[in-house]
């Protein structure tokens, strides 16, 4: 296959302003009607060339007559026209229930749906299937009135009715000119909770989210994020939304989160439904994450769209910065800034390590379903943060505005994006730009020298930018680093936090009036997303952990301490722990600190990002010092962790800041409890797990008992599966613990979960339930005999088979072999050569395969 690539733009030959789409819609046999006005774009005498997915056009007419001078060439259709401006039309037939890769129309649990991104459409009818193309669309349906009771589409709905054979029809209308991969129509048997906002000129919107009858009580928190989302957009940029009807549509089967089709967004159901009984506080979360995000996205992503998919991080990274931002201000800024730091490191860090490294701005592509990454999303978020930084709120917004204005009803660039922020705010960000074309995670070494009673302190700062896939050499980028000085002993603050830019290789910061011994603190807030090396001590850092202003720097600091203690211990077979149990033990008697923070503070850095920070990953090696540094932490602290247990444990359930707070602590403390191997450990967490009135103590009790190997596992597992055997959301949560597992016995037990009647790959949540969630349990998957790289390839290939998209998201983890020793490396590299020489594998799957071989 030939690669796409970004310096190969061209605007598209042939516009279509309007679009008129006619669907006999049926699970087995849709007809598909389109009539497309075209218009010439320049002077050129090329054909129509509209992209499709090998359909056999049932009729072509241009300008009304019957014509069959067409060809078909890839897949698509080939035109010839003569004139300046042409009438459309094509039939095609369509089998929705066979559509086992969820893109296109298919149907989910009884529903049709459509999922158009990135390049859906062309799989419904033949069209010019790229976002600078704009169209204005009109859509009639007309499906069975009994099974499909509810047809929606874009837009507003203009005219339905019903039809004498149990048909009905319904017509909708969307005045908005949109690129195809924002259609979408949904047609079922639903129920809408419905809900209304004002917007801020004082505009009466309709909000409905639709989904099974059943699951109406679970759709209250939902309403309530996208209200809150519609208000913080308005206050925070300025926004309001722009039609009279907003619909969400939950369904269960669903390759993304959630996708923003213009006033119809469609949704994972697992984004959607909660109640406490089945959602933890963590999903309640990401619901109003992804529903803030996805609704954003009218902004940045529909009213101003991408040009080309080279600019997805445009949209994507504007707009996750946009609801981290939302969720930051729905509770505790500094904990959800911890949260998306070290879901960055878990996720975005390895990509920008490995063999799959690309910049957010690619250069080329396969497939660009595989460039739905952390990068682009995530490592986008991040330069957008760093601009917001470096330019300050006002001059930021003033940016945003002067691009929401100029930009409005365009294809846009990363580039405009760039320059829009350089004319709203009066900067150069000249250098700055190389975020958008170089890979890798810059490193920054620190070192801090303090001139003894000469009352001052040089700060040395050096930057590297290691080499990725196709870039050997890197220029020096800019990097925003807050930081400042505390004093050694009476930890009070010297001077104030100051903002750095290191735009060089090397840079000298001095600073004065420094009476005692300095301590760095570096990276403030995560200002910029770097590696940063300091020369700091155990004894500095166990300081800051106590002293730092800054909560992100100071759970930076226990989290470096903890690190730093681990892998001495994965190296050399022992380490002091002394100096991380002080620390923990004095965060949680800190009665200053909320209860999240204290959580994800005296969280232990997960066994895959201690990995990273090693040469030579060794699986078995991390995971016992890891267990060595959490029992001790359980048994030295038992009384404190016991008091944590009890904090709020008797408490009905509320979903506040402080009630989620400690009960996200409770769940950490239970696991040192157990950690402790404290005789009833067991019970403690089985007691917990049966009474809890929330899925959040519940499942902390079930992920506490499933890594023991007492009987209450067994128990457990099996009342859980009894009680929720037909919520499949939460069935999910059941596969995905026993895959997260650390225990002995687990690939076994894995193995053997891919064969219940419940795992199936046609669901695309189920798979990454049991087989993503194996993927990154470090110490299963890279078991020394292979078994487990091998039942991976074999699931990947069967997976493929249905569905290439969701397949090649979950290969990464088997491409990341020279990060082990040898034996396994050729074990994990025989896989991705069998991967590659599957005859029939998907153009997404080799492409991530091949990549990760080279
Ligand atoms: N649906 C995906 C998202 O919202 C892709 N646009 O990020
Ligand atoms: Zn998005």
Redesign the pocket.
Known sequence: PTPIRREDYRPPDWLVPAISLDFDLDPARTVVRARLEVTRNGAHDRPLVLDGAGQQPLAVRVDGREVNDWRQQDGGLVVPLAGEAHVIETEVEIAPETNTQLMGLYASGGLLCTQC?AEGFRRITFFPDRPDVLATYTVRMTADRETFPVLLANGNRTGAGLLDDGRHWAEWHDPFPKPCYLFALVAGDLQANVGGFTTMSGRQVELAIWVREADLPKTEHAMSALKAAMAWDEQTYGREYDLDLFNIVAVADFN?????NKSLNIFNSRYVLADPDTATDADYDAIAAVVA??YF?NWS?NRVTCRDWFQLSL??GF?VFRDQGFSADQGSPAVKRIEDVRSLRASQFPEDAGPLAHPIRPESYLEISNF?TATI?NKGAEVIRMMATILGPRSFRAGADHYFMRHDGEAATCEDFVRAMEFGAGVDLSQFRLWYSQAGTPRVAARLTADPGGGRATLNLAQSIPSTPGQPDKQPMVIPLRLRLFAWGSGAAIGEEQLVLLDTPEKTIVFEGVGERPVLSINRGFSAPVIVEADRTAADLAFLSRHDDDPFARYEAMQQLMLDTLIERVSTGEADHGPVVAAVADTLADPALDRAFVGEAVLLPSESFIGDGMLVVDPEAIHAAREALRRDLGRKLESEWRAALADGADAPFALTPEAKGRRRLRGIALGYVAASEAKDGGAIAFRQFERADNMTDRMAGLVTLVNLAADEREAALDIFYNRYSDDALVIDKWFSAQALATRDGTLDEVIALAKHRDFTLANPNRARALIGAFGVNQRIFHAASGRGYAFYADQLLALDRLNPQTAAKLLPPLGRWRRFDEDRAALMRDQLRRIVDTPGVSKDLFEQASKSLE
């Open positions: 991104e993304f989160g959630a996708m923003e995000h996805e996205h992503g949209k994507e707009t739905y999303y």
